[in-house]
């Protein structure tokens, strides 16, 4: 079974597509990759503002019973705010992590596909390139045996004309 070759120009037309899809999935893939360190970033900032939400709790817990314990009959009901406001700022980082921590999942899973996809445009590319040069040496070898033929048939020629 004879397998017909593109000529060398549409093998050439063909890697250049295959070498601009390379590079779009290369693109997508840095893209990815930097999506990934925002949204770490992101989880990263959102937990030290739980963790100073927590210093801030703890601190006021130990300030109640220090330094407010004596001015806590004329300030509890501020003191009280104040706890119920920082419990409430950390519950609310606590659900903004879990979906902070949701979207990093997820730009690390859109930056495998980019991985993916650029390691297949890559397969891709390097099969047209083959296919690129079996065309070349393809029509290289035509060349070739269309010379031998020719000097075959020069050789003959005078050997004919000889009788």
Same mark, same amino acid.
């Given at each position: 079974m004879t397998v017909k070759l &593109?000529? &060398?120009s549409e093998a050439g037309q063909m890697l250049r597509l295959r070498t601009l899809r390379v590079?779009? =999935? %290369?693109?997508?893939?840095?893209k990815a990759k930097l999506e990934v360190e925002k949204a770490r970033a992101t989880v990263k900032e959102r937990q030290r503002a739980i963790e100073r939400?927590?210093?801030?709790?703890?601190? !006021?817990a130990d300030a109640i019973v220090t330094t407010l314990a004596p001015a806590l009959p004329r300030w509890s009901g501020m003191v009280s705010a104040t706890r119920e406001? +920082?419990?409430?700022? !950390?519950?609310?980082?606590?659900?903004?992590l879990i979906d902070d921590?949701?979207? +990093?999942? *997820?730009?690390q899973e859109r930056a495998q596909q980019a991985g993916a996809e650029l390691t297949r445009a !890559? =397969? %891709?590319e390097d099969a047209v390139r083959g296919l690129? *040069? *079996? =065309?070349?040496? =393809?029509? !290289?070898?035509? %060349?070739? *045996?269309?010379v031998e033929l020719e000097i075959e048939d020069q050789g003959r020629r005078p050997a004919a004309q000889a009788r």
């Open positions: &593109p000529t &060398p590079q779009r =999935a %290369r693109e997508a893939c840095a939400c927590q210093r801030e709790i703890t601190e !006021l406001r +920082l419990a409430d700022r !950390l519950e609310r980082d606590e659900y903004a921590e949701h979207e +990093l999942e *997820q730009a !890559l =397969a %891709r690129a *040069q *079996q =065309a070349r040496k =393809a029509v !290289l070898h035509a %060349r070739e *045996q269309r």
